[in-house]
């Protein structure tokens, strides 16, 4: 494993970026991981305006989006991250509690990734993100124009 | 509109009739006059009732909508600070185990286990709420089929336990394959559950005639049974007759049972004793129309 792809995390929820990242460091992911707090702040983020609008123009290796957000849903940014041309090829993992019909389906129609539903129980979001993070930001090779970072 | 003798009105079916001798003159005419107020008053009332009923069914759909949206969003949005309950004990427990008495460290490994039991009242709920809202795809049905399947399914997790299986003949029935396939499985594995008291289980699986159209299927088991005073709660949800240290379950199996076979036109019903075993039945529509296209196609 020579390079490591920064993480995006949409999420809203303190509780869950917590535990999300203790997920990562568990498995002693030393990717780095950006947090956006709802969906507009994401999508200035990824735009590189606003408050990042100084920060070097290129993609994170996987984006960890959940649905409700405040301001801008995440069904709203993945359709805007897809309809555009240098953001469309970041991978966009889907990470919910929703295990709705038509949440799955219009995230596929928007062209998302992957879609995980948030286990309840510790162990298996822990597995989960875990599993998550290993392939999308070690194994998978992301798309050209996302920066590795040399370890 | 007729006048009565006595001057109130009333509505009238009039017939005229000419009259004629056998060489066909004229000789007069024949007027039968009758007082139709009873019938258009019945006819009225009758589209009155016709109206309540659809406003009624109207309504009734609506709620149902409510509700059904209601119990998921439950379930849904308490999932999040479930996860949260069950994942920071997690890392307590991990974090100041060391430095926790016996009787904390016991509380901790309790809420654990609390938020798992709730978590799977959650899924189960989520799940049923589902399984309201899911479409029926009706269709040509093997049971005996979907039955071997389930069975071989849960043998896997019998172990050694010695369980006598008797399958009687199951025809095909008419239904959605996957939901049916549900209803077995909840009623064999609960047959698997309520026998592992038996040193030898017997389960038997069979299929009557119940009339022309539809056919009663039986799953009965020589386990633990119930007193008959308590079957209307079986199929009720989270209803359960066990204690959780006697019987494992959330009790939402007999529930999602009746609710895939009421959705299917059919209806369920339990008879036992305590100690004595116990017997599901479910009744289905009958499948010879489609099976013989199907057959006659294949």
Not at chain 1, 49 to 56: D, K, N, S
Not at chain 2, 193 to 208: D, P, S, Y
Request: hydrophobic share 40%; net charge neutral; with cysteine.
């Amino acid at each position: 494993m020579s390079t490591l792809g920064r993480i995006l995390i949409v999420e809203d929820d303190p509780n869950d970026v917590e535990l999300t990242l203790t997920a990562l460091g568990e498995y002693n992911l030393a990717n780095e991981v950006v947090i956006t707090r709802d969906g507009q702040q994401a999508l200035d983020y990824l735009f590189c305006r606003g408050e990042f609008h100084a920060r070097p123009n290129d993609n994170p290796a996987v984006m960890l989006l959940d649905l409700k957000l405040p301001r801008v849903d995440g069904l709203e940014v993945l359709q805007q991250v897809k309809a555009d041309a240098r953001l469309r090829i970041i991978p966009v993992v889907v990470l919910t509690s929703s295990h709705e019909e038509k949440d799955k389906m219009r995230s596929y129609d928007f062209g998302v990734n992957a879609y995980v539903v948030k286990p309840v129980n510790f162990h298996e979001f822990v597995n989960a993100v875990k599993e998550l993070g290993v392939f999308w930001a070690v194994i998978n090779e992301p798309p050209p124009g996302s920066v590795k970072k040399p370890t | 509109m007729r006048v009565r003798k006595d001057g109130s009105r009333f509505l009238a079916n009039v017939v005229i009739d000419a009259l004629k001798d056998d060489g066909g003159q004229l000789i007069g005419f024949a007027k039968i006059t009758r007082d139709v107020s009873e019938r258009v008053q019945a006819a009225r009332e009758l589209e009155r009732l016709n109206r309540e009923l659809q406003k009624r069914a109207t309504e009734l759909e609506a709620s149902n909508k409510e509700l059904e949206s209601f119990a998921y969003s439950v379930s849904h949005d308490l999932r999040a600070p479930l996860r949260h309950v069950a994942g920071y004990s997690e890392l307590l427990q991990k974090q100041a185990s060391s430095s926790l008495d016996d009787k904390s460290r016991r509380y901790v490994q309790t809420i654990l286990e609390s938020a798992k039991r709730m978590g799977d009242l959650i899924d189960d709920l989520l799940a049923f709420s589902r399984l309201g809202r899911a479409e029926v795809k009706m269709r040509a049905v093997n049971l005996q089929q979907v039955v071997q399947e389930v069975i071989a399914e849960v043998s896997r997790d019998t172990g050694d336990r010695d369980i006598a299986w008797k399958i009687g003949a199951l025809p095909a029935c008419h239904g959605d394959s996957s939901m049916l396939k549900l209803v077995v499985v909840n009623l064999v594995s609960n047959a698997v559950k309520f026998t592992r008291i038996r040193t030898r289980a017997a389960i038997e699986i069979g299929c009557a005639d119940k009339n022309n159209d539809e056919l009663e299927v039986f799953v009965r088991d020589n386990g633990a049974g119930f007193d008959m005073q308590y079957a209307n709660k079986l199929f009720g949800v989270f209803q359960r007759l066990h204690l959780a240290e006697q019987f494992e379950g959330t009790g939402i199996g007999l529930a999602t049972v009746q609710r895939i076979i009421h959705r299917h036109g059919g209806q369920v019903r339990a008879e036992g004793a305590v100690d004595q075993g116990a017997t599901f039945y479910f009744s289905l529509p009958k499948a010879h129309e489609l099976a013989e296209r199907t057959a006659s196609t294949s």
